[in-house]
């Protein structure tokens, strides 16, 4: 029942969305269509302007990956991340994470694939997937895209961040599923 409930709004919530939103703009008296292509056209113009700082930082972590220095930073780390219950395995997530999204996001997979959907490691890694953000990724893209030089606390204000979103999402996959 419940799960039938579930799927009927899942089906109907973004036609809705996207209807209130025209609907909201007809009666505010705004050229809906007009705006919308506008924005696109702005969207296309800035995806044009981040694509240097994309290719700069998916090369960096392709080299980072590739010249080992991922798997000696995860072995140094091993024995440090034990006394919170952070497995050796999730490191390399908790490392990619802040870097890309879809190289963290290869690295669940892996996981995933490697010691199956229901364990631990899985759902820890997953867990701290949507508990973090690709915070090096978001400085250099749109940060870069729009001139900003002087970053001043973003940086380690965002690393504090996805600290604590690691800690708790290992915390927390301990006390759920540990």
Do not use: C
Not at 83 to 90: A, K
Not at 153 to 160: G, K, S, T, V
Request: aromatic letters at 8%.
């Amino acid at each position: 029942m419940f799960q039938g409930v579930i799927n009927g709004v899942s089906a109907v919530a973004i036609p809705l969305l996207i209807l209130a939103i025209a609907g909201h703009g007809w009666y505010k008296k705004v050229k809906v269509y007009e705006v919308f292509t506008e924005g696109a056209k702005e969207g296309f113009t800035v995806a044009v302007r981040i694509i240097p700082f994309l290719v700069a930082i998916l090369v960096a972590i392709g080299s980072f990956r590739a010249s080992g220095a991922l798997d000696l930073i995860t072995d140094l780390l091993s024995p440090m991340t034990a006394w919170i219950g952070m497995p050796g395995e999730v490191i390399p997530m908790a490392l990619m994470r802040p870097l890309s999204g879809s190289g963290a996001l290869g690295i669940v997979s892996e996981l995933i694939n490697t010691y199956g959907v229901d364990s631990l490691i899985a759902r820890m890694a997953a867990v701290m997937e949507g508990s973090t953000e690709t915070t090096f990724y978001i400085l250099a893209v749109y940060f870069g895209s729009v001139g900003v030089k002087k970053t001043r606390h973003a940086l380690p204000a965002a690393l504090l961040a996805d600290l604590a979103g690691i800690v708790a999402a290992v915390v927390v996959t301990q006390m759920v599923f540990g």
